[in-house]
């Protein structure tokens, strides 16, 4: 009697669940199918992402290094001027792009800035006090939606469409004459930007161009000798020059950080896909295994 | 202190003579540290040369080492630059700034620049007349003026290719 009881139970027992465990199973194998079908799709899509940004990078690098030695060449006049006139109004010129898969980029210029705003010892402009009301300018729309959010009443003129591809002389000089012509009063613009430090590391950096009465004003400046008054003109060429430059290196770690970004993103893809059809095949041979057992126990409680 | 200045404008300034002159305007011994930089391509980067002629807004101008510091924007013209006794490259230029620092360094930003070799004689008088036509035309101010502006630069195109 305790036998035929044991056994019924034992029997009962795998019955009792089969159906709903194999229902399970069956269920759960389905969704982990979806799973892995997508997953598989989405690490097709982040290689090939990964492919492009890895051919883009050469040729944006090519033309950072000619616009970095063009930004320097220009810099030198910014050297000899250093001093200037202290507690001046800083227009701010935020660096990122539309486009977004990058990583930390947007966000690591838009903490740049609130660290310059809010005078922290790691701000991109040391020992610079920056006034609260300071007008900024973003290019990009994904910084202009975050610096938005943080300081709504400085946002004087957004730019957008730069940085789809590499930039060219021409998209810095269309936003340095908007900023001359926007009207907003500053001493000098401080570029923020993204400086290229390596493949895989960037960070975010602020370049100074004064303006063109810091420049009148600045003991350095007066050692130029000049036949007529071109300060005006030197002034918006360098701006121009400086935000070429500028925004050539952003480019470049923009597309380094997407092609690290999509690499790690395909690594982990193919993580899931690993251990989902590790799962898969577990679920399969659990869901054949009950079925076996199922068949061997009826055939011998026959 | 000495400059050499071949100046098209009337009003010229006396050159100053009263920093100590080391040398005269023969010695050409001491070089000048040149960076010339296009956007898209360094052309010199930080390179000793001997003497660069540079076509000034104010006049054409010859600076040699030592040149006082000052500030010139360019406009569309040949920037020639000795590298070394006898040998010389020219350059058109579409415009720029040339800035002499006082450390005995020049820095050229120009936008655009091409050696005068790569330039096509046809191709510069059809460009010539078609910005001509344009000028004289019946657009807007801001056209008229582009294109008076276009056919400035390639008058000085072909002044320059004609006395290469």
Known sequence: ?302 | MASLRLATSAARRVPSLFHATRRGYAEASDKIQLSMALPHQSIFSSTDVVQVNVCAATGDMGILANHVPSVEPLRPGVVEVIESAGGSKKWFISGGFATVHPNNKLTINAVEAAPLEDFSVESIRTNLQEALRVASGNGTEEDKLEARIEAEVYESLQHALGSK
Do not use: W
């Open chain 1, 1 to 302: 009697m305790f036998a035929r009881r044991t056994v019924a139970r034992v029997v009962a027992q795998p019955s009792l669940l089969a159906a709903p465990s194999n229902a399970r199973n069956m269920a759960t194998l389905r969704e982990i199918e979806l799973r892995l079908k997508s997953v598989r799709n989405i690490e097709k899509i982040t290689k090939s992402m990964k492919m492009i940004a890895s051919t883009k990078l050469a040729k944006a690098q090519r033309a950072m290094q000619a616009g970095k030695l063009y930004g320097e060449a220009n810099a030198e006049v910014f050297e000899t001027a250093k001093e200037g006139a202290t507690g001046s109004k800083k227009l701010f010129l935020v660096i990122s792009s539309d486009k977004g898969l990058c990583g930390g980029i947007h966000s690591s210029v838009t903490k740049a800035t609130r660290r310059a705003f809010n005078n922290a010892p790691d701000s991109p402009l040391p020992g610079v006090s920056v006034e609260p009301d300071s007008p900024v300018m973003v290019i990009g729309d994904k910084s202009k939606a975050q610096i938005s959010r943080v300081y709504p009443n400085n946002l004087r003129l957004t730019f957008n469409q730069i940085g789809r591809d590499v930039p060219t002389f021409a998209d810095a000089a269309s936003v340095a004459d908007l900023v001359v012509k926007s009207g907003v009063e500053y001493d000098s613009v401080v570029i923020i930007y993204n400086s290229f430090v390596s493949a895989i590391s960037y960070e975010a950096a602020a370049m100074e161009v004064k303006g063109e009465k810091a420049l009148k004003e600045s003991e350095g400046f007066k050692k130029y000798e000049m036949e007529d008054d071109f300060t005006k003109d030197l002034a918006e060429f360098s701006l121009a020059n400086a935000l070429y430059s500028a925004l050539t290196e952003a480019h470049s770690c923009e597309i380094s950080a997407r092609r690290n970004a999509m690499d790690n993103a395909s690594k982990n893809a193919g993580d899931m896909i690993g251990s989902l059809t590790m799962q898969y095949n577990r679920g399969r041979q659990a869901a054949i295994t009950n079925e076996l057992v199922d068949i061997i126990t009826g055939a011998s409680a026959l």
